[in-house]
């Protein structure tokens, strides 16, 4: 106050001469509440690949041992919201899942080859598979989360397969053909050693187009893909060493038997006898086998178009956002109130366990602009779905008078909004994009099944521009400049300096000079500011500038360089169709120059479809150039690919009986079956093979060989089948995300199993058969 400012008539003028000083707070520009009580709230981030459960583990430690003993009396420190609670109940429910799908993996390998010794030589195959991936997942840097979890539980049906076929063969030779333990396990391993290799690099190479995927999808199952590569490979290499070992050591075929295996026996050999004599119909039959399949693959595209579309399943990851907006103009304590009233909305649902609103006024927002993190009790414990409480709060929060406000999910690819449907209208005029953004709006909210259409765009703001009169005010000496710090020294204020209220503290406060906030209420208090010419003569500012009450933009949003009005909605359609409706509207309203651009979760999911279609692509040429190599073939690779579209057919279908959706991970499950259904089909043709080489014609082959190799198909089957049942079946954390991959999958090899046995020996009967009638009709020439 004593601060000497200036010298009139030769007496000294101090601060407190001309102005009042305070020791005060800052201006108030924000605020936060946190269940009911206004709080400050600090977020934490973690940087890119960090470990997010080893990063809150550390910062609940640090807070327990190191902040909360020096808080002040009357200070609580609460965590309103943690990322890790999700991702720990997730990998709880899938290792839960692993130990469930590894007892009945080893239920199904004991059913069939009835022996305790033949289950536990092939069940060693998984802790030894699974620590060879677990290794890969260490020294690649990946961590044990959903992704990597998911492709464990799946190498646990996978894994196993090659030992089974191993197994099954070295004990048919046993049994059948050589009493000696080491000659049966060398003959009967290497008998299947080449289908074994092939049906190996077959699930590779599906793989190869998944790790290489670019954009947010490729980087998101790289580590599934690099997992099952690892875990399959350890597989082979297992099957071919330790399996024949453990064989001719300790494999025994058993004279006396209890009931239950022969009755287990009785049951398998009925099924072999009525698996031969429909194997012998469809021989007889083959063409009309073969044009009813095809029928069949021809009519399943109805399913493809009626099963719904989206990016990513919304999953109950138990906590969710609420968006709030008030009119313009709305100050601070009106909008705490709108708050209240919002929270006391949440207070009734018990499930519902704590609130944290931010963003009052912060975070580049208006001050009627407000965004909260709600948390509610762990998925088990709840009646409602998160789905069916959004619905339910959706409705009781649109009644909330005098503001909007809706709950929506909480972002999985970033940024502030976790609407599935996100989407600009661009221009290079922004009241022009204004314009056609509320058309394009008007006509959306019309269009049922899109949901609300949050336009994040209000060119309505009341506002004060000032147009200085240049020529005049530069006669006077003013610039634009002048004019405009003038401006906001006395209504906003300016920091001048720092000082040291304690010197050697480190406190360092902001010294700020402004206007007596009650000397400017009105447009007309502004020609009050006086500015001081060359002359030193004081100049009010209407002088050289005039005040003018116009309506602007709240805020100016760009993308792309160009103005752009932003659309959120969470729509009740699938998302294909709500993107669909959306270009629709588009294209009737915007005008030459504009143009329309999805982003999130809705732009990932048209660059996820093309993605996904240059993974099938690629993985099916793979998948040939591996067969035609090992088959030293370039028919039989046909044959075998057959079953791929049956394949395709049963995943469609069980996602379209089971309500899920064709997404990401459903997807990558379809793209999965490409690999897992051909290993059945090599496992057809190589004894087929084998038959025909012993000089037996193509349908004697054929009869003689597929119903031994039933079994061996059914078990690889039924493994990879009973692996995945428990996350298909599964109700807990992760479930919306593990459901659709594990039910593709599932379903896929239910009707490939099936139409393997039946479909693939037509197939090979009428290609091969033809092929052999151009080389008799040649033969002579």
Not at 229 to 256: I, K
Not at 259 to 265: A, M, R
Not at 594 to 614: I, P
Not at 676 to 688: H, P, R, S
């Amino acid at each position: 106050e004593q601060l000497v400012v200036a010298y009139r008539d030769n007496a000294p003028l101090q601060l407190r001469d001309i102005a009042q000083v305070v020791d005060g707070l800052e201006d108030r520009r924000g605020a936060a509440k946190f269940n009911g009580q206004e709080a400050v709230g600090l977020g934490i981030v973690k940087v890119s690949n960090a470990n997010t459960v080893a990063i809150v583990d550390e910062v609940r430690h640090r807070i327990e041992t190191e902040i909360e003993p020096q808080l002040p009396p009357g200070l609580q420190l609460s965590i309103s919201s943690d990322d890790s609670l999700f991702v720990r109940e997730m990998v709880a429910a899938l290792e839960e899942h692993l130990i469930l799908g590894t007892l009945l993996t080893a239920l199904v390998v004991w059913a069939f080859l009835k022996s305790i010794r033949s289950t536990l030589i092939i069940a060693t195959a998984i802790p030894i598979s699974l620590l060879g991936a677990v290794a890969l997942i260490y020294f690649m840097g990946y961590t044990l989360n959903s992704m990597t979890l998911l492709a464990l539980l799946l190498l646990i049906g996978i894994v196993v397969d090659d030992a089974i076929v191993v197994l099954e063969n070295i004990f048919r030779h046993r049994e059948e053909l050589d009493p000696d333990p080491r000659s049966a396990a060398i003959n009967g391993t290497s008998e299947v050693v080449f289908a074994v290799l092939a049906a190996t690099l077959s699930l590779v190479s599906i793989f190869v187009p998944v790790i290489f995927m670019g954009g947010i999808i490729g980087r998101f199952f790289e580590s599934f893909a690099v997992v099952v590569v690892a875990g399959v490979l350890v597989s082979w290499f297992v099957s071919m060493t330790l399996t024949p070992m453990l064989c001719s050591r300790f494999l025994q075929v058993e004279e006396h038997h209890g009931g239950l295996y022969y009755w287990l026996e009785r049951m398998f050999r009925a099924l072999e006898r009525w698996y031969g004599g429909l194997l012998g119909r469809a021989l007889h039959y083959r063409w009309t086998v073969v044009i009813v399949t095809w029928l069949i693959v021809l009519g399943s595209a109805w399913f493809f178009k009626e099963v719904g579309k989206e990016f990513s399943p919304e999953q109950d990851e138990s906590r969710f956002m609420v968006m709030m907006r008030a009119p313009l103009g709305t100050g601070i304590d009106a909008m705490l109130s709108k708050v209240t009233q919002v929270e006391e909305v949440l207070a009734g649902y018990d499930d519902i366990v704590t609130s944290f609103f931010v963003g009052i006024g912060t975070s580049g927002r208006q001050l009627n602009e407000a965004w909260g993190f709600a948390r509610m009790t762990p998925k088990e414990e709840r009646d409602l779905s998160q789905q069916e409480l959004l619905g339910r709060l959706s409705a009781e929060l649109a009644a909330v008078p005098g503001i909007r406000a809706f709950p929506i999910p909480v972002p999985s690819l970033g940024g502030t909004r976790g609407e599935p449907l996100q989407f600009v209208v661009r221009g290079p005029n922004l009241e022009e994009v204004g314009r056609v953004a509320q058309e394009l709006q008007r006509r959306l909210l019309a269009e049922p099944g899109l949901g609300y259409m949050d336009l994040d765009l209000n060119l309505e703001l009341p506002q004060y521009q000032l147009v200085i009169d240049r020529i005049r005010a530069a006669d006077l000496g003013f610039s634009a400049r002048d004019v405009a710090t003038a401006v906001n020294v006395m209504i906003g204020g300016v920091d001048a300096a720092k000082y040291n209220d304690d010197p050697g503290d480190g406190e360092r406060y902001d010294l700020r000079i402004k206007g007596e906030d009650a000397a400017f209420t009105t447009a007309e208090d502004l020609s009050k500011i006086y500015l001081r010419s060359r002359g030193g003569q004081m100049i009010r500012i209407d002088t050289v500038a005039s005040i003018r009450q116009t309506l602007g933009p709240a805020s100016i949003s760009r993308y792309d360089l160009r103005y752009a009005a932003p659309f959120y909605s969470k729509p009740e359609l699938p998302l294909a169709e709500a993107i669909a409706k959306v270009q629709e509207h588009a294209d009737a309203v915007l005008p030459a120059g504009y143009s329309l651009k999805f982003k999130g979760q809705s732009e990932e999911f048209s660059k996820t479809a093309s993605n996904m279609l240059f993974a099938f692509a690629l993985a099916t040429v793979l998948l040939y150039m591996v067969l035609a190599s090992q088959f030293n073939s370039f028919l039989q690779p046909f044959i075998i690919m057959t079953a791929q579209p049956l394949a395709m057919v049963g995943g469609v279908v069980a996602l379209w009986l089971t309500g899920h959706t064709l997404n990401t991970y459903s997807m990558i499950g379809l793209v999965l079956l490409i690999g897992l259904v051909a290993k059945n089909a090599i496992l057809l043709v190589d004894i087929t093979n084998q038959r025909r080489e012993r000089g037996l014609s193509i349908d004697e082959a054929l009869r003689e060989a597929c119903p031994i190799r039933l079994r061996p198909v059914l078990m690889t089957s039924f493994t990879v089948i009973l692996a995945m049942l428990p996350a298909a079946l599964g109700a807990g954390p992760g479930a919306e995300t593990n459901g659709p991959l594990s039910v593709a999958v599932i379903g896929g090899m239910v009707s490939s199993t099936f139409l393997t046995l039946v479909v693939i020996p037509p197939v090979y009967s009428i290609l091969e058969g033809a092929l052999q009638w151009l080389h008799d009709r040649r033969a002579p020439e």
